[in-house]
């Protein structure tokens, strides 16, 4: 099997397997009890903290556990609209968000709230000047994704951030694709609150976690105990957040070289694609995308049954986002971008991994290339488009 759907989920590290295992068998404890079998689960899940905390550059107390990155998006987003109601209800986010954020806000637009939803270019970009333009007396949170995880473009996170310190608004990331693929710093990016999920950067499913910059208050999502200093109730996921610790170190000690490796497989695939596979569309921007993603429009071909083919293959891949594989519309991200729906229609995202390989790579191009010839044969449009390019010649 060739797994070229990283972004979607990734393989949990043997390391983070192995450091988790106790906590599950001799380590059990829960952290809230008095007794020392219990307080040393405490203290497990208190060095996670500062150490997660150390690869954002946030402080420890900044940082809450969350089950994944879908609460983490709600958290931020419905908390700060409750707690900042009184000062308006104004909202601004992107068209190409994940649907943890944009489904937030239809949400908060069925109670009273307004949201702004900005365009993006043909690349993904959300521009700075559109956001300024966007900002109302009434904004209380602007919601911005650090990298898309369909087309893999980075946003300008920094200069969008700028803005809205400037003007005294709260400022949330979503960088579940993001985090753990490329550096992020919470001071320099000028967030106020940042959401990320371990198994997208090989630790468990699960878990993840929420920065809130200190002084920013918003309520609880999560009623009922007093775990994590009484802003999210819930015994805490023990196995989970050790090995999430484990999987963030790891991510951040081998980023470096994984940013190269990644980044010159990344291209080899990308022009290997456009060179061999004809009528192809490179979606998102050309230097400013994560590492390890490369999606791609196909003419004349259902990406439905592409990915059929390529799993027979024995290749594993994607249309888009794992969270809206089952939806027969075209993706909400390619329409943004400009996309005709005929050729969303036949989109296809590859991302790689850390054990990827160039002869992986060199595999997935020349079964692309076939089963896109055989798809092809069978669409009567593809026919008369060969036609008129012989009789054009």
Not at 252 to 257: D, G, N, R, S, V
Not at 288 to 317: H, K, Q, T, W
Not at 335 to 341: F, L, N, R, S, Y
């Amino acid at each position: 099997m060739i797994y070229l759907d990283n972004a979607a989920t990734t393989a949990v590290a043997p390391e983070v397997v192995e450091a988790m295992l106790p906590y599950y068998e001799e380590r059990y404890g829960n952290p809230s009890a008095v007794y020392d079998f219990g307080n040393k689960n405490k203290n497990a899940i208190e060095n996670v903290r500062r150490e997660i905390a150390e690869t954002i550059g946030a402080k420890p107390e900044e940082l809450y556990f969350t089950a994944g990155g879908s609460e983490a998006d709600n958290w931020a987003i419905k908390a700060t609209a409750e707690s900042l109601g009184h000062r308006g209800n104004h909202i601004i986010t992107s068209k190409i968000e994940h649907h943890a954020v944009l489904k937030t806000c239809a949400y908060l637009e069925q109670n009273g709230y307004e949201v702004t939803y900005l365009d993006v270019d043909v690349n993904g970009m959300v521009r700075p000047e559109q956001l300024y333009r966007a900002i109302r007396p009434t904004t209380i949170l602007i919601s911005i994704m650090t990298a898309n995880n369909e087309i893999g473009t980075i946003e300008p996170i920094a200069r969008l951030g700028s803005i809205a310190g400037r003007h005294g608004i709260c400022f949330h990331t979503d960088a579940v694709q993001a985090y753990g693929q490329i550096p992020l710093h919470v001071n320099t990016m000028h967030v106020d609150m940042l959401s990320a999920s371990a198994h997208k950067f090989n630790g468990p499913k699960g878990i993840g976690f929420l920065y809130i910059r200190e002084g920013k208050r918003i309520p609880p999502f999560v009623h009922g105990g007093d775990q994590e200093r009484k802003n999210r109730a819930g015994t805490e996921n023990v196995p989970g957040i050790v090995g999430m610790g484990v999987a963030a170190k790891m991510a951040y000690q081998t980023m470096a070289e994984r940013q190269e490796k990644e980044s010159r497989l990344r291209d080899y695939l990308i022009y290997s694609v456009l060179k061999e596979v004809p009528l192809t569309r490179l979606n998102g921007d050309w230097k400013r995308r994560l590492p390890n993603n490369a999606d791609f429009c196909f003419e004349y071909v259902d990406g439905a049954s592409l990915l059929v083919m390529l799993d027979m293959d024995g290749i594993c891949a994607s249309a888009g986002s794992a969270c809206t594989s089952g939806q027969k519309e075209p993706s909400h991200v390619l329409t943004a971008i400009g996309v005709p729906e005929s050729l969303a229609r036949g989109s296809l995202r590859l991302t790689l991994g850390a054990n990827t390989t160039r002869e992986d790579i060199d595999f997935v191009v020349e079964k692309l290339k076939n089963n896109i010839r055989t798809l092809r044969e069978k669409v009567p449009e593809y026919q008369s488009y060969l036609e008129k390019t012989r009789k054009a010649k």
